[in-house]
């Protein structure tokens, strides 16, 4: 839609009923009256490799240097309910975020971070409820009543079926846990967000703006429609929904893809759920793109990710994390880490974004390309409805076959030279790429091993049985899941012990 001259006639919105003002329904030019002019962003730095010490130590310096929440990334055998000591973790612990066994790493994990006074973000989904759980025990530990602790889970299952992979259990079984998750939180009055539906995970796979919007508001749907139907209000449950999505390199379209997700998540929850405006505001974390990080040229990926932080904001993002430049090579040093937040708060600080709201509102372009997102993600929506919803269209791969077809298109305009990637098919050099030092993971490996250890000679046996039996228990009845997988984790069952009882209650996911 680009490449000519953008003039009135190329938008045919209404304006009274499509752009609205900033803080009123349907959301196009942003959630809050205000936005940035009175408030930034949440500047929420993702970070998490190794034990929970130096995640600790990564988490402080970022707070140091400004970082206004924390967001923590876990490793491979935590998202999929292994202990660090099982076969199935072997060469993965601490590789691609911290590892966490039972509730000491997780009291290590923010030894001297008060949690009343930071907003944590945990991006884990198949074992969210014991993440949470634990969370909620180091507060305990620490002081703080369930109330004030403040933060989001990620606890969207759906995406990994679809795009991510890091499933346990067949899909009702983990939506009935991530339904219960919801409950709990509400009728604990945590100031949690118990929800962060994902387009992220999707768009990286290869899916386009507009499938990352249709996929991703589908699957809210499935969410919202599951708990209502566990008695939930939506109402209730609804402010306390949040939204996951990345930040790609073309401007203008990523921009409009975050207006047009506000504005078409407010029309359906109105059309579907009656909804009130507090469930109808979209609320949304954004990540830059990963998957477009290249290892050639690494110093370009400083341009990239101010390019896709701009859109981002430009957008109404309410936080944000921006990659480091060095994340196509391994994990973020501290210095790319340091320069990425700086980014964001040159962006908050200097550039003047934030002295408007929605300052592209208006734009002939931006308003075109916001009306074509909504439309096409719509018509995606209808098809999953006629497929049976978002479960019945993942379980027939709807879902993953988009996503591989778009994924291949992209490759192909890579590959031909009909996208430009600098550095990567155009504009190349003979320069090696970087070498990196790697931590010693099989060192890692061992000395969270000897933690868990200690942890278990430590700990009451009967009571660890005894807990294990009652999740167990609660997972083959009807019983909500929450308290049993806390009082778990109080006697310091492990995070494998408790995985290990919810499989042998409902089995595991065997993919097609």
């Known amino acids: 839609m680009s490449?000519?001259?953008?003039?009135?006639?190329?938008?045919?919105?209404?304006?009274?009923?499509?752009?609205?003002a900033p803080g009123k329904f349907p959301f196009t030019r942003g959630v809050y009256p205000a936005m940035y002019t009175e408030r930034l962003w949440t500047m929420r730095q993702y970070a998490g490799f190794g034990t929970a010490e130096e995640t600790n130590a990564r988490f402080r310096h970022l707070l140091d240097a400004g970082q206004s929440g924390l967001s923590t990334a876990f490793d491979l055998p935590t998202q999929m309910g292994y202990d660090s000591d099982h076969p199935m973790a072997a060469g993965e612990v601490g590789r691609v975020g911290v590892a966490i066994d039972t509730v000491e790493d997780l009291h290590d994990l923010f030894r001297g971070i008060?949690?009343?006074?930071?907003?944590?973000?945990?991006?884990?989904?198949?074992?969210?409820?014991?993440?949470?759980?634990?969370?909620?025990v180091v507060g305990e530990e620490q002081g703080v009543p369930r109330p004030r602790l403040?933060?989001?889970?990620?606890?969207?299952?759906?995406?990994?079926?679809?795009?991510?992979?890091?499933?346990?259990?067949?899909?009702?079984?983990?939506?009935?846990?991530?339904?219960?998750?919801?409950?709990?939180?509400?009728?604990?009055?945590?100031?949690?967000?118990?929800?962060?539906i994902s387009g992220y995970h999707m768009r990286e796979a290869g899916a386009t703006a507009a499938q990352e919007v249709g996929f991703t508001l589908a699957n809210a749907l499935e969410y919202v429609g599951r708990a209502v139907r566990a008695g939930l209000a939506v109402n209730t449950i609804g402010p306390r929904l949040s939204f996951f999505f990345a930040a790609h390199n073309d401007l203008f379209e990523e921009v409009a893809?975050?207006?047009?997700?506000?504005?078409?998540?407010?029309?359906?929850?109105?059309?579907?759920?009656?909804?009130?405006?507090q469930t109808c505001r979209l609320r949304f974390h954004t990540q830059t793109g990963g998957v477009t990080l290249q290892a050639q040229q690494p110093l370009n990926n400083v341009v990239r990710v101010t390019v896709q932080a701009l859109a981002a904001t430009l957008g109404g993002t309410q936080s944000l994390h921006t990659n480091g430049y060095d994340e196509a090579l391994a994990l973020p040093t501290a210095e790319s880490a340091t320069l990425a937040l700086r980014t964001q708060q040159i962006l908050g600080y200097e550039s003047g974004l934030a002295g408007a709201v929605d300052p592209l509102a208006g734009s002939w372009?931006?308003?075109?390309?916001?009306?074509?997102?909504?439309?096409?993600?719509?018509?995606?929506?209808?098809?999953?409805?006629?497929?049976?919803?978002?479960?019945?269209?993942?379980?027939?791969?709807?879902?993953?076959?988009?996503?591989?077809?778009?994924?291949?298109?992209?490759?192909?305009?890579?590959?031909?030279?009909?996208?430009?990637?600098?550095?990567?098919?155009r504009f190349t050099?003979?320069?090696?790429?970087?070498?990196?030092?790697?931590?010693?993971?099989?060192?890692?490996?061992?000395?969270?091993?000897?933690?868990?250890?200690?942890?278990?000679?430590?700990?009451?046996e009967t009571?660890?049985?005894?807990?294990?039996?009652?999740v167990e228990a609660a997972a083959l009845g009807t019983e909500p899941m929450m308290p049993p997988i806390i009082e778990a984790v109080r006697v310091r069952a492990t995070l494998g012990e408790i995985s290990d009882a919810l499989r042998a209650a409902w089995g595991v996911y065997r993919a097609g």
């Open 3 to 20: 490449g000519r001259a953008w003039g009135p006639g190329d938008w045919t919105g209404d304006p009274a009923r499509d752009l609205g």
């Open 114 to 136: 008060p949690l009343d006074r930071v907003s944590t973000s945990m991006t884990i989904n198949a074992t969210a409820g014991i993440l949470l759980a634990m969370y909620v």
């Open 150 to 196: 403040q933060g989001t889970v990620q606890n969207d299952v759906l995406k990994e079926y679809i795009a991510r992979g890091t499933y346990i259990y067949p899909a009702e079984p983990s939506l009935r846990l991530t339904v219960d998750l919801i409950r709990f939180v509400a009728e604990e009055g945590m100031n949690f967000n118990p929800i962060s």
């Open 257 to 277: 893809k975050f207006r047009a997700a506000r504005r078409l998540w407010a029309r359906l929850a109105r059309e579907r759920f009656s909804a009130d405006d």
């Open 365 to 425: 372009y931006v308003e075109a390309l916001t009306d074509r997102i909504e439309a096409e993600a719509r018509a995606i929506i209808a098809e999953v409805d006629t497929l049976g919803g978002a479960v019945a269209a993942i379980n027939g791969g709807w879902f993953q076959e988009a996503i591989a077809r778009s994924a291949w298109e992209l490759q192909q305009a890579q590959e031909s030279g009909a996208q430009v990637v600098v550095g990567v098919n």
């Open 429 to 460: 050099d003979d320069r090696p790429v970087p070498a990196v030092v790697r931590p010693d993971y099989s060192a890692l490996q061992q000395r969270q091993q000897a933690r868990l250890e200690e942890v278990k000679a430590r700990r009451d």
């Open 463 to 470: 009571a660890v049985h005894a807990g294990l039996r009652a």
